[in-house]
């Protein structure tokens, strides 16, 4: 039966930056229309990410006005001309692209997949952008192996959790650090095997302690500007510094002659550029479900708010005093 669209909907709108007061949540937004090779996508649950605050706050440039969010699940209510991918109405989808603060998005198919049966919506919602970055890291940037040490900062955080869960999975040993004893806590119940702070000589004690005084194979920062300089200290020889994030600002420029002292490798990816094409997209999202299934990953969300309460999810978010995932629900 085909489901009524709706002509307004519900959503939150920008029209300048600024702080939380610049979230206006409309309820007669038009609903859009889907143009070629995009799904009309009823959400049921919206994804926060901290990069929605650098778009609010003008950080990262973007047109205004603007419906901020990067990724939700929901259902397909209607479908555009051309390509869909094999996607059709009524069709539970979890999908990354622009404009998810609304009852109803209209987004490309490309970036569009089912979700398993065995996977919630909420779940789904909560993996696919951490979690495929999370994933990507390990398989592209720096293809860990069993048995290899390696260096998460940040490991409480939406993508550290995940980089240990799915370390953990693949046999690696982890190195986690984080800023309190809660958050070491948490590190080490997702899988990291050793939880340190973020003091200098804390961290390299513990890393030649680990690693025989050979350093990790590899670390994985996405804080930025105030460990890198201990991330290069850390990496062992023939390492890889993978940098991707700047969580305390960016990384200053540097000689790159320096990496030569140990033949480091520096990686600073973004996802995309990794899930670029369909079969890439399917490839990862599918491995991400499968182990999110196989090795029951414990899916951390921090608070589901409604869309009308998006004024205090960004303050929660802003704070850092949040771990896992914090969602939207229209």
């Known amino acids: 039966m085909a489901t009524s669209i709706p002509k307004t909907m519900k959503g939150v709108l920008i029209e300048k930056t600024g702080g939380t007061e610049v979230l206006e949540y409309k309820t007669d937004l038009p609903v859009p229309t889907p143009k070629d090779g995009e799904i009309l996508v009823k959400n049921d ?58 009852e109803y ?4 198919s490309l ?22 970055t999370a994933l990507t890291l390990v398989e592209e940037a720096y293809p860990v192996k069993k048995g290899e040490w390696v260096l998460i900062h940040a490991a409480a955080g939406g993508v550290g959790l995940w980089l240990c869960q799915i370390l953990r999975a693949k046999g690696a040993r982890t190195i986690a650090t984080a800023s309190t004893e809660e958050k070491r806590k948490l590190a080490k119940e997702n899988g990291a095997e050793v939880v340190v702070g973020y003091e200098r000589e804390e961290v390299l004690e513990k890393v030649k302690e680990c690693t025989g005084g050979e350093g990790v194979k ?29 969580a305390s600002g960016a ?80």
């Open 45 to 102: 649950f919206i994804g926060i990410n901290y990069i929605d605050t650098y778009f609010r706050t003008g950080l990262y440039p973007s047109p205004k006005p603007e419906i901020l969010g990067r990724e939700a699940s929901g259902t397909i209510v209607s479908t555009g001309p051309g390509n869909t991918y094999g996607l059709t109405s009524g069709d539970q989808v979890v999908w990354m692209g622009t404009s998810s603060y609304a």
């Open 105 to 108: 998005s209209a987004t490309p």
């Open 111 to 132: 970036k569009a997949i089912k979700i398993p049966s065995s996977i919630s919506p909420s779940d789904a919602c909560a993996a696919v952008l951490q979690g495929l």
């Open 218 to 246: 590899a670390v994985f920062d996405s804080v930025g500007k105030s460990t890198f300089e201990l991330s290069l200290e850390c990496v062992g020889r023939k390492g890889t510094l993978v940098s991707f994030g700047n």
């Open 251 to 330: 990384v200053e420029p540097f000689a790159i002659s320096r990496l030569t002292a140990k033949n480091v490798t520096i990686a600073r990816p973004t996802l995309f550029n990794y899930i670029y094409t369909r079969e890439e997209f399917e490839h990862y999202a599918n491995e991400l479900f499968q182990m999110m299934s196989r090795d029951k990953f414990n899916v951390r969300i921090h608070e589901t708010y409604s869309l009308e309460d998006v004024a205090r999810a960004h303050t929660d978010i802003e704070s850092r005093g949040t771990t896992g995932k914090l969602l939207l629900k229209p």
